[in-house]
């Protein structure tokens, strides 16, 4: 069974300091991952997704078959960065997605 | 485009009072999810539908029913409301690239 795992309920950075959101995930195959971002007061809304292999608000994520990972990264944390990011994954074919339970972004001023 | 809708967006319930939660897309998307976050807690799958006619469970289902008898339309119904169904409830669609939409939310308070 696929199944994504986000360690840390709660990160909490300074302004300015590097981000590293982690996400790990478990499938034999070859998974689409994305990472979905909830602004308060918002819903919740894609960031980005591996095959897109693009950078979203300064931030990047690569996928890491060998470690089966997929660690959300931003260099410079911005205090608009505070949100609570989820990591989720698609299987393929007529499979639904999977996300994980979230991690709880606060960026310091 | 509306995108995904839910309503309502708030709702107080009194312990064993019954209700549904109305969802309804315009995207023609196959999949839908229903969603719940308690406070400071991640997303837990309660229902979702593959299209119409087609439910099935997802991790927890006890306490909730659904129905899919069109494409655009997926209610989650609430029987017998108790204080551990409070929380948000999001419904949501998948579609192209498997990117999920999600609506606003339902906040339900049950008292």
């Known amino acids: 069974a696929q199944r994504v795992t986000q360690p840390e309920k709660l990160l909490s950075v300074f302004k300015g300091a590097p981000v590293e959101l982690k996400c790990n995930y478990s499938y034999s195959g070859s998974p689409e991952l994305f990472w979905y971002v909830q602004y308060s007061r918002q819903r919740l809304q894609l960031l980005l997704r591996h095959i897109s292999r693009e950078s979203i608000k300064g931030f990047t994520a690569d996928l890491n078959k060998g470690e089966t990972s997929f660690h959300l990264k931003k260099p410079f944390a911005q205090e608009e960065d505070s949100a609570m990011y989820y990591c989720?994954?698609?299987?393929?074919?007529?499979?639904?997605?999977?996300f994980g339970t979230g991690t709880k972004l606060q960026v310091i001023p | 485009n509306a995108g995904v809708t839910q309503t309502p967006k708030f709702r107080i319930l009194k312990i064993g009072q019954s209700m549904t939660l109305q969802c309804t897309q315009d995207m023609n998307h196959n999949y839908m999810y229903w969603y719940r976050q308690d406070p400071g807690m991640g997303l837990k799958l309660i229902y979702y539908?593959?299209?119409?006619?087609?439910?099935d469970k997802g991790e927890v289902p006890n306490g909730y029913n659904v129905s899919r008898s069109t494409t655009e339309d997926f209610p989650l119904r609430l029987e017998l409301a108790a204080p551990s169904q409070t929380s948000v409830y999001f419904c949501a669609t998948q579609g192209p690239g498997n990117t999920i939409y999600f609506g606003e939310g339902s906040w339900l308070t049950v008292v």
């Open positions: 989720a994954l698609h299987s393929g074919g007529y499979q639904k997605v999977t």
């Open positions: 539908s593959v299209g119409a006619g087609i439910t």
